[in-house]
């Protein structure tokens, strides 16, 4: 699966209605489309790194966890 065909899924699901990403089409062959952020899906910005952040705290104690139950 290809990061594009998420990009679309989630494009053609919400992005059109809740106004959060921007999809630029290019009439080109082979056809080409940019997807960005707009105003409104940068507001989750602090939301996103505040995830990112915690994950990367947690990660060890996740990873050890895998350890320990893998045995």
Not at 30 to 50: D, H, N, Q, W
Request: net charge positive.
């Amino acid at each position: 699966m290809l990061l594009i065909d998420d990009l679309g899924r989630v494009w053609n699901a919400r992005g059109q209605k809740y106004k959060h990403l921007h999809c630029e089409v290019y009439k080109q062959v082979p056809p080409k489309m940019e997807y960005s952020l707009t105003a409104y899906g940068r507001s989750l910005e602090p939301v996103i790194f505040s995830l990112r952040t915690w994950g990367e705290i947690h990660m060890k104690k996740i990873e050890c966890a895998d350890l320990t139950t893998s045995r």
